[in-house]
């Protein structure tokens, strides 16, 4: 099973980003474990200065931004 | 539908062509919404606010997606994790400029202000350059860059812009120089940061373009009704309200206006696009245009909001510092402002 993190201040896009990834995982029905995020610490120790970030067993998918649907898709199916 | 590299450029070249038509022949086609479809007597005050508000939306808004297009293809090239990476262990002054100017152009939203702050101060850049780009980000915005453009012309812009720089990188510098480390929350230094290494640099151009039309999207989406409601009082204003009404309150003449704008102005919090067209209609009405722009500068630049955020990772005294070199700074632009006009 994936582990997906969306690291967020709680800003509005990083709500997006959440909302967004769980939609995905719901329509999809994938094996995936999603988490969202706020501990500023954790978000400094894997280098992300600007929100909302996306991590995925570990490595830092996207910063700052949304990912368009197909990435994130391909991306909760293990594609890299 | 998938487009490709080539015809994705002639597709925004095309658009471009068609922006310059609406834009050069916008008096025109408003005159002919005006008076001969709508069929409004010239000359009245109803009809001057209603010719007021046709001509400036799509004016403000035409230069809004053309401006945010591109800033946000530059943008595209920059990211904070990069910046920082650019601004470790720069001198002061040098560091502070490059900052200042890295803020412009740096993707920066207010809600990752602590992370940003952190990420900076951890790997070694100075405290005084962290806050020039803390200062520089929200300051210099392509919101309100191009509401002065459409509003006041280019000269005024031109003037936001480079005041806007001097006033980040000059605070930024004497914070370095009170050497205020000892006001930062000890436990900012004790945060072991991580390198991020993103591989975002191969991003073909037809790629820039789509996070240009992103942000045209984002930000016009979050400010088009603001602009709308603040016209649409600014036209009101233009027309009914008598000439100098604000002559005596924040005017020139009234030495205390530029202060008083900014004490105003630091507790609000309101993004650009909804303040600069009543701002446009005070100064119409004599208003100075370095009260007006101050407080412009010190809503957009301080807010309560922001300070809050920071209050995690600052002690009060380097806040209030903070506040007060940047207040003073907006005070003495506005003085210049009303120098030079």
């Known amino acids: ?80 | 539908m998938k487009i490709n590299e080539k015809s994705k450029i002639l597709l925004v070249l095309s658009l471009l062509l068609i922006w310059g038509f609406l834009y050069l022949y916008l008096a025109e086609i408003t005159d002919y919404l005006v008076f001969s479809l709508l069929n409004l007597t010239a000359e009245t005050h109803l009809t001057e606010s209603i010719r007021f508000f046709l001509f400036e939306v799509p004016k403000v808004m035409l230069l809004l997606v053309l401006i945010v297009f591109f800033v946000g293809i530059v943008r595209s090239y920059f990211s904070p994790e990069k910046t920082r990476k650019l601004l470790g262990g720069k001198n002061h002054f040098i560091g502070n400029i490059l900052s200042s100017l890295l803020g412009v152009v740096t993707p920066f939203c207010s809600c990752s202000a602590i992370p940003l702050f952190l990420g900076f101060v951890e790997s070694g850049v100075p405290l005084g350059v962290t806050f020039s780009f803390l200062i520089a980000a929200p300051m210099v915005n392509e919101v309100a860059l191009v509401l002065l453009l459409g509003l006041f012309g280019w000269k005024t812009a031109l003037l936001y812009l480079s005041t806007g720089l001097m006033i980040a990188v000059f605070s930024g510098y004497i914070i370095g120089k009170l050497k205020l480390e000892k006001y930062v929350e000890p436990w900012v230094y004790k945060v072991k940061a991580g390198q991020l290494e993103l591989d975002d640099e191969n991003l073909k151009f037809s790629q820039r373009i789509d996070t240009g039309v992103d942000a045209v999207i984002e930000i016009v989406g979050k400010v088009w009704i603001y602009i709308i409601i603040g016209i649409a009082v600014g036209a009101g204003i233009h027309s009914y309200v008598p000439e100098n009404f604000m002559a005596s309150l924040m005017g020139k003449e009234a030495w205390w206006s530029v202060p008083t704008a900014v004490i105003l102005g630091v507790p609000m919090y309101s993004n650009a696009a909804g303040i600069i067209p009543i701002v446009q209609a005070l100064l119409e009405k004599g208003a100075s245009l370095g009260a007006v722009l101050a407080f412009m500068m010190s809503v957009i630049a301080l807010s309560l909001p922001e300070i809050i955020i920071l209050k995690k990772v600052l002690k009060v005294q380097l806040i209030f510092v903070f506040v007060g070199i940047v207040a003073t700074g907006i005070i003495i632009v506005g003085y210049i402002f009303n120098l030079i006009y």
């Open chain 1, 1 to 80: 099973m994936l582990s997906v993190k969306v690291l967020g201040t709680g800003c509005a896009k990083c709500k997006n980003l959440d909302k967004k990834v769980r939609q995905i995982v719901d329509e999809n029905r994938l094996d995936v474990e999603v988490n969202y995020i706020n501990d500023i610490q954790e978000m400094i120790e894997l280098g992300i200065l600007s929100t909302p970030g996306l991590v995925i067993d570990g490595e830092v998918k996207s910063v700052g931004i949304i990912p368009k649907d197909a990435k994130l898709l391909s991306w909760l199916n293990g594609e890299f």
